[in-house]
C-alpha cells in the first residue's frame, strides 16, 4: 500500500514529474518548509522540496563548503553538482539557516569551478524575517510580492489571485488528509509505522501535488491499518529529515514514531491559512507562525509547549532529540529541550549524527536500544506495585 | 543453571559464564573480522575454563556493538544497560559508570535500584577511547598495558595540542623526534585521554560512588588523571576484570530471561 510512496520519497526525480513535465509543466525546487507552495501552484508550477538522499559522496560539496558545515545542504549540493536536479526549472533558496542559505553560492561557485551548468535557469534567493511581528509580516507579504513579480516575468506567466485563493483552499483540503493520516499513528496503539507516514509526508512533496491529493484519498480510503501494540511510542525532534531508513532506525521492531517536528515531516498540515484574509497577508501570517523551527528568534517558550501539547494528544513515552552534525541550531535547542521535557518527567535522548548514507547507524542503533531498555524499565516500575 | 553473556566490542569480544551464584569462568579474546567467529572462540575457551558443555549453557545473551551477531544469543540487550548491570552488581553504591570501550566512551547515571536513569555518548571521534591509547602504544612501540606503568614514571607530561587522533600521533612523533623521554610522553597521553572523558563526564551530572568499566579502567595513569581532573576517587573493580563487566551484565541479565 506504501510502495509507491517510498518509491516517490526515496528517489530525487519520478514517473509524476517527469509526466507533467512531457506535458509542458514547470517544476521548480525550494529549499525550506517556511516557502509557500501555495503560490506556485497557483501558476501551475509544481513544487519540489529538495531532497539530499542516497549521495554516495561528497567530493564536490566538500570543496565548496568546507569540512565543519551540516551534510544535509552539502548532499543538496552534491546534487545538483551531478545534474540530478536538471529537471527542476528553478530553484528558491531561503535562509532556513546559514549552511542552507550558502547553498545558493555554493551552486553558484561550483557552476563556475567546474564549468558545470548546474544553475538552474530561475534562482530565487527568498528571505524569511526570523521574527514575528507585524513590520515583519508586512515585509514578507513584500517579499512574496517580488517572488511573484519575478517568476512571472521569468517564465511569462500571468498570476491571479482567485487562483490563489483556489490554492489556498486546495492546500487546506490537502492538509485535512494530512491530519487524517496523521491521526493514524497519533492513535493508540499507533495503526501506521512512522517510517509510512513520513515516506508519505516526503513523496507529497516530491511530485504533482493534485495527484497526491488523489493519492492521499485512495490511501485514506482503503488503509484500515495494522494496530502496533506493544511499541515505546516515540516522537521525533530536531534537524531536518528526508531520510525514511533514518526513522526505521530509531523505530527498529520495538518502536514507533508517532510524532515529529521535522522539516519534511507533517509541517505542512498544520495551521491552516486562512482563507477570508488577503491571500499573500493570509500566506505570510500563516508560514511565520505555523512552524517548529528554531530558526524564529525568540519562540522557544512556543515551541515548547507545542512538543509537550504533541507528547501528550499521541501519549509519547521517550522523546528522541536528534541534530545533524553541525547544527547549531538544533543542537542548541535540543540541549534546551532535553532540559525542560526531563524536568517535566519525559525521558530524552539526545543524537548527534551525519545526514543520509554517511550516517553510522550501529552507533545510533545501540544508543536507541538502551533508550529504549530505559523506557521498557520505565514501564515496568509504573506497572509495579 | 549456567547462562552466558556474550559482548561484542569493536577490538575485544568477552564472555563470562554465570551459575546463579558466581563467575564460573570468562574470556576475552581479539575481535574477528566475523563477529560469530569471535564469539565462538570466545565461548569455547570459557567453556573449557569450566569444563562446561555448550550444550549446559540454558540461555544467552548478547550486547556490545557486535551483539545482533552473537550465534547462539537468545537474546540482545545494549551495552549501556549490561554495563550498569554488571557494574550494580558488583558495586551496588555505584550512581555513575565511566565505561571507555575501545572505540567509544560512555558516562551512565543510575538510580538506587541498579536501573539507567541518563547516559552520554562520545559521538564525534574517536579521541577519549581505547582506540586512542592503542594508536599512541604503537607510535611509542610499546604494548597497550605497558602504557600505564610508563606513564608512572614520568615527571613532565607533554601537551598533545589536539583532540584528534591523528593529529595527536603527530605530536608524538614530534616529541620523540625532539628526544622527549617515552614516560612523559606517555604520562601525555595518558592526560590527554583523562581530559577527553573528562569533558564527556561534565556532560553528565556525576552522582558519587563513580566507577570505571571497560579495556581502559586497567590503565591505572588515566584512572589517576581522572580522579584528579573531576575530584572524585573513582571506585576500582578489583574482584572482576573490568573489561567483563558488560558481558557479566549481560550474564545477569540472561540468568533473568532463563527464570532465576
Redesign the interface.
Known amino acids: 500500500m506504501f510502495e509507491e510512496f517510498y518509491t516517490i520519497a526515496q528517489s530525487i526525480n519520478n514517473e509524476y514529474i517527469a509526466k507533467v513535465k512531457e506535458q509542458g509543466a514547470l517544476c521548480i525546487g525550494y529549499t525550506c518548509s517556511y516557502f509557500p507552495e501555495e503560490i506556485l501552484h497557483a501558476l501551475g508550477i509544481i513544487p519540489y522540496r529538495i531532497k539530499g538522499l542516497n549521495v554516495s559522496s561528497l567530493s564536490i560539496a566538500d570543496a565548496a563548503f568546507g569540512p565543519f558545515i551540516c551534510s544535509h545542504p552539502k548532499c543538496l549540493l552534491q546534487h545538483f553538482a551531478l545534474g540530478d536536479y536538471s529537471f527542476l526549472d528553478g530553484i528558491i533558496v531561503t535562509p532556513g539557516c546559514d549552511s542552507m542559505r550558502r547553498i545558493d553560492e555554493c551552486i553558484r561557485k561550483t557552476a563556475v569551478n567546474l564549468d558545470l551548468p548546474v544553475v538552474p535557469p530561475f534562482f530565487f534567493h527568498y528571505a524569511v524575517p526570523h521574527k514575528i511581528t507585524e513590520y515583519s509580516v508586512k515585509w514578507l507579504v513584500e517579499e512574496l510580492h517580488r517572488f511573484i513579480d519575478s517568476v512571472s516575468a521569468h517564465f511569462g506567466l500571468s498570476f491571479s489571485y482567485d487562483k490563489l485563493k483556489e490554492s489556498i483552499a486546495f492546500y487546506n483540503r490537502l492538509r485535512k488528509r494530512l491530519e487524517e493520516l496523521n491521526a493514524l499513528r497519533i492513535h493508540y496503539p499507533a495503526r501506521i509505522a512512522g517510517a509510512d507516514a513520513v515516506a508519505v509526508y516526503v513523496a507529497g512533496l516530491s511530485m504533482p501535488r493534485d495527484r497526491f491529493y488523489g493519492m492521499m484519498e485512495s490511501l485514506l480510503s482503503e488503509y484500515t491499518g495494522t494496530a502496533l501494540e506493544d511499541r515505546k511510542r516515540l516522537m521525533l525532534i530536531g534537524s531536518a529529515n528526508d531520510d525514511i531508513d533514518f526513522i526505521k532506525t530509531v523505530e527498529g521492531e520495538t518502536a514507533v514514531v508517532v510524532a515529529d517536528t521535522l522539516c519534511y515531516g507533517p509541517r505542512l498540515e498544520v495551521d491552516y491559512v486562512d482563507e477570508e484574509d488577503e491571500p499573500l497577508h493570509a500566506l505570510a501570517l500563516r508560514y511565520l507562525n505555523h512552524s517548529h523551527c528554531p530558526r524564529m528568534y525568540g519562540g522557544y517558550k512556543q515551541r515548547l509547549a507545542k512538543v509537550v501539547e504533541a507528547i501528550r494528544i499521541a501519549q509519547v513515552e521517550g522523546v528522541v532529540l536528534q541534530n545533524i552534525?553541525f547544527c547549531d541550531l538544533h543542537g542548541a535547542e535540543n540541549g534546551l529541550i532535553e532540559r525542560d521535557l526531563?524536568k517535566l518527567g519525559i525521558p530524552c535522548l539526545?543524537?548527534?549524527?551525519e545526514y543520509g548514507p554517511l550516517a553510522d547507524n550501529?552507533?545510533m542503533r545501540?544508543?536507541i536500544?538502551?533508550f529504549l531498555?530505559?523506557l521498557e524499565?520505565r514501564r515496568l516500575?509504573c506497572e509495579r506495585p | 543453571m549456567i547462562v552466558a553473556g556474550c559482548d561484542i566490542g569493536s577490538l575485544t569480544t568477552k564472555v563470562v559464564l554465570f551459575d546463579g551464584k558466581k563467575i564460573i569462568a570468562s574470556s576475552i579474546i581479539k575481535s574477528k573480522p566475523k563477529p560469530e567467529d569471535g564469539a565462538y572462540e570466545a565461548l569455547q575457551q570459557a567453556c573449557a575454563i569450566a569444563t562446561v558443555n555448550q550444550d549446559n549453557i540454558v540461555y544467552c545473551v548478547g550486547t556490545g556493538y557486535g551483539r545482533k551477531r552473537v550465534p547462539f544469543a537468545n537474546n540482545t540487550i545494549s551495552e549501556i544497560s549490561c554495563h550498569t548491570k554488571g557494574a550494580f552488581y558488583l558495586y551496588p553504591n555505584v550512581r555513575t559508570i565511566i565505561d571507555i570501550g575501545g572505540q567509544d566512551c560512555k558516562v551512565i547515571s543510575l538510580n538506587t535500584q541498579g536501573e539507567v536513569d541518563r547516559f552520554v555518548t562520545n559521538d564525534k571521534c574517536a579521541a577519549g577511547t581505547g582506540r586512542f591509547l592503542e594508536v599512541m602504544a604503537k607510535v611509542l612501540k610499546i604494548e597497550l598495558q605497558e602504557l600505564s606503568n610508563m606513564a608512572k614514571k614520568g615527571n613532565e607530561a607533554i601537551t598533545l595540542a589536539s583532540a584528534c587522533t591523528v593529529w595527536a600521533q603527530a605530536d608524538v612523533i614530534k616529541y620523540l623526534n625532539e628526544g622527549i623521554s617515552k614516560e612523559n610522553i606517555a604520562l601525555g597521553v595518558c592526560k590527554s585521554m583523562a581530559k577527553r572523558v573528562g569533558v564527556l563526564v561534565n556532560q553528565a551530572s556525576i552522582k558519587r560512588d563513580v566507577c570505571i568499566t571497560g579495556g581502559v579502567a586497567k590503565n591505572t595513569a588515566v584512572v589517576k588523571e581522572l580522579e584528579n581532573l573531576l575530584g572524585v576517587t573513582i571506585v576500582k573493580i578489583t574482584n572482576v576484570d573490568p573489561q567483563l563487566t558488560g558481558a557479566l551484565g549481560a550474564a545477569l541479565f540472561a540468568y533473568q530471561k532463563a527464570g532465576g
Open positions: 552534525r526531563e539526545r543524537l548527534e549524527r550501529e552507533r545501540m544508543r536500544d538502551a531498555e530505559r524499565v516500575v
